[in-house]
């Protein structure tokens, strides 16, 4: 166990995306002092700094900062005690705040402010906003008739932290000015309405104001094979079934179109509430509709049999809602009332095909994913050829591609892509992730009892990935890790990026698609049972699960490492992902927090994450400094002890918790010294381990309070570890 051995810089290159796509046109490379916004870089070396003089901050005005390099706990506490008020971060290295308690030779003496600036306000209304009412061609009838009338469906959001009332106040009182909903994405409050166009331009005079956007225009995109073949890569095997996986004791969260609760996948005597075998929660006016009843088959459906009216997780129950409109434009608030129901997994095949920015939609994403970190979001990508778009490129959510499912012969082409959006994202980030049969799934039927039809496109393949990413929460909160075998003494609660890690970990590389990772492909696509370790497996399974609230969460120049036994003969994979921060909304680059994964092998070649050529990890090159997923793939591994580091490399807005997946045949050599695993063998692991013996807990494992094996944890497990901490700790 080695803490703070390793000096990684941080590189403004973007070296996220391995695939020759990040040279594309429009994509965004973030540098020192430029500030990127939807409005258009700001480049503040241009511009006069505040710092330069002495003239008093005023207060209401919002400012901006810019350090020279990101911030860390101590600048964290240093700007706090110099008065600073930080009202959201922007890219790259800077943020929005309230200086009226500071002064400029106070930043002047932090040493590391190199600039300072008033908010602008042509920063603060998107263009297609300025553009007037008619300035997007609107597809739905809905939006075409606001735009008739000369209005806008806008959402309004405010800076980190600023309550919403006056600026509600304000608003209400412009003529023919309607609020629809007010909502909060973690400290930022956002007030959607529909209004006058000029007003919404007129906005920007507000300093409460940090962006206002238009609403997204989202619609819909686009069994019994699919169930098996997310599993096991085959047809006829369902691995994870065989181990009594089927979605028990889960709850899925479903946004769609109209699912029809009469359906016989989904029907049930009692009335839809806790009592129901299926829906737990409707929350919207009843329906049926072709798209929401079809995905939420192929996701939980199940009517007793084996037919195609059985869906992936096809004992999990579900929440549903409708997805968002002008009317109720709340992404974040759908997501939040579905946890607060019960859901972890989240479905969503429905998107916005006009927009590629990252905007509020995926700020709400980020944030509640963030926030509430047990929680994985899924979304189906584009249908659309070219690029993908929105709110798909939301980072911490799992963006889902279509491979083939069933050709016209009616043979399995699960090897080759057949739908959906290509990477990279606008600021150059890999998505889609991964893929899943869309091609022919048979599903649910909304307009009959209890009748099928086939359906293609990556809203097919999105509710496969959320049900299989359910049957593995269930793998975890039954017990099956570490032993493979269900012990409920080793339950725990995985995190949403546990979750995200282990599916991207179990994907395969689909071999009638050009290049692995690839911009159609991304990561492969879904095979459960690589993932999830069982009794008798060759491959087996280590994972880390660190909480951005835990202790050993990551700061800026932090790290933790740990080493594995690994036996040759099977690949070796390391998947590490984490909840990163939301961007802001009028940011450009979405990325907040960068860590990094780095694996060094027994001979010493380094391979760090994401750095591929010839479908596997080459060593050599540098860190990614983009994605918030990152693996190493090494397929003919040697044998011997590996190690793997996990590095904060930039933490701007933390800590920032991880999640590790490491499969192959990989044994954890297990640091008993450093009992609490942060890193230390110190006087904080003798205590931990005293609290666990009082509590008869086991908070750290794989570690066990049993240190001395005698088969008791008591005094002499405490006098263990204290000796092995006075002789060194581990090597």
């Known amino acids: 166990m080695r803490v703070g051995r390793l000096a990684i810089g941080v590189v403004l290159a973007c070296a996220g995306l391995a695939l020759g796509a990040d040279n594309a046109a ?46 860390d706990p101590g600048r964290d506490a240093a700007l706090t005690g110099a008065g600073v008020i930080r009202r959201g971060y922007l890219p790259l290295n800077a943020f929005a705040a309230d200086l ?13 402010v190199r600039w300072v600036g008033t908010y602008d306000n042509a920063w603060r209304v998107d263009p297609a906003v300025l553009a007037g009412a008619n300035g997007i061609a609107w597809r ?34 412009l003529p023919g000015c309607t609020v629809t909903s007010v909502t909060h994405a973690g400290a930022t409050a956002c007030i959607s309405a529909t209004m006058n166009a000029a007003d919404a331009a007129a906005l920007s005079a507000n300093p409460d104001v940090q962006y206002v956007e238009h609403q997204g225009e989202y619609a819909e995109r686009s069994n019994a094979l699919v169930r098996a073949i997310v599993q096991s890569g085959s047809t006829t095997s369902s691995p994870l079934f065989t181990r009594g996986l089927h979605g028990e004791g889960q709850i899925v969260g479903l946004i769609d179109g109209y699912l029809n609760k009469d359906h016989c996948s989904f029907a049930d005597t009692q009335p839809i509430g806790p009592l129901h075998r299926k829906i737990l929660a409707y929350n919207t006016t009843f329906g049926a509709d072709l798209h929401g009843t079809h ?3 192929t996701l939980a459906g199940d009517a007793g049999d084996t037919t195609d009216t059985r869906g992936v997780a096809y004992a999990a129950k579900m929440v549903y809602n409708f997805y968002p409109d002008q009317n109720e434009p709340s992404v974040f608030g759908r997501f939040d009332l579905h946890a607060s129901q019960g859901a972890r997994m989240h479905n969503d095949s429905w998107g916005d095909d006009s927009l590629t920015a990252y905007d509020g939609a995926c700020h709400a994403i980020d944030s509640f994913t963030h926030d509430q970190d047990d929680n994985l979001v899924v979304f189906a990508v584009t249908d659309l050829s070219g690029l993908v778009k929105n709110p798909e490129n939301a980072k911490n959510s799992l963006a889902v591609t279509a491979s083939g499912g069933l050709n016209p012969q009616g043979s399995p082409s699960q090897d080759y892509w057949y739908a959906g959006g290509s990477a990279p994202t606008a600021d150059g980030r890999r998505k889609p992730e991964i893929a899943a049969p869309g091609r022919n799934t048979s599903s649910s039927y909304a307009f009959s009892t209890c009748s099928v039809v086939p359906q293609s496109g990556t809203s097919m393949a999105a509710p496969a990935v959320t049900g299989v990413g359910a049957l593995i929460r269930q793998y975890f909160t039954s017990g099956f890790y570490p032993s493979g075998l269900p012990n409920l003494g080793d339950a725990f609660t995985p995190s949403g990026q546990l979750l995200k890690a282990m599916l991207v ?14 911009p ?24 880390h699960d660190v909480r951005n609230s835990a202790f050993d969460a990551l700061s800026t120049g932090s790290d933790t490492s740990l080493q594995v036994d690994v036996a040759p003969g099977q690949a070796f994979k390391a998947t590490l992902a984490w909840a990163d921060a939301p961007g802001a909304v009028n940011a450009t680059f979405a990325p907040v927090n960068n860590l990094d994964l780095i694996v060094t092998s027994p001979t010493g070649l380094v391979y760090y994450g994401n750095n591929f050529a010839a479908g596997q ?3 050599g090159g540098s860190p990614d400094t983009l994605n918030n997923l990152e693996q190493v793939l090494v397929t003919s591994p040697v044998g011997g002890r590996w190690t793997i580091d996990i590095v904060g490399t930039a933490v701007n807005v933390g800590p920032q ?21 942060d890193g230390v063998s110190d006087q904080g692991d003798v205590d931990a381990l005293i609290q666990d013996i009082a509590a008869g807990t086991q908070s750290y494992p794989p570690n066990s309070p049993d240190l001395n094996q005698d088969g008791v944890a008591d005094q002499g497990d405490v006098d263990y570890l204290i000796n092995a901490i006075a002789g060194g700790g581990c090597p």
């Open 26 to 71: 429009g994509v965004v490379h973030p540098a020192q002092g430029v500030l990127n916004l939807r409005t258009g870089d700001v480049d503040t070396s241009r511009l006069a700094n505040l710092m330069d003089g002495d003239a008093a901050f005023v207060t209401g005005v919002r400012y901006v900062i810019v350090l020279d390099g990101p911030l």
């Open 100 to 112: 009226d308690r500071t002064t400029p030779k106070a930043l002047r003496g932090l040493g590391f």
């Open 140 to 173: 739905t009838p809905a939006r075409q008739q606001l735009a008739a009338a000369g209005k806008s469906a806008v959402n309004v959001w405010l800076f980190e932290g600023l309550n919403e009332q006056s600026t509600l106040l304000a608003m209400t009182a």
């Open 295 to 297: 995905v939420g088959g």
């Open 505 to 518: 970990n179990s994907a395969v590389d689909m071999t009638g698609e050009p290049g692995f990772p690839s």
């Open 520 to 543: 159609r492909e991304g990561w492969g696509r879904v095979l459960a049972d690589n993932a999830t370790y069982f009794d008798g497996d060759l491959r087996r399974l280590v994972v």
């Open 617 to 619: 990890s080459t060593s």
């Open 657 to 677: 918790g991880y999640a590790l997946v490491v499969t192959g045949g990989v044994t954890e050599v297990v640091c008993h010294s450093d009992y609490n695993g």
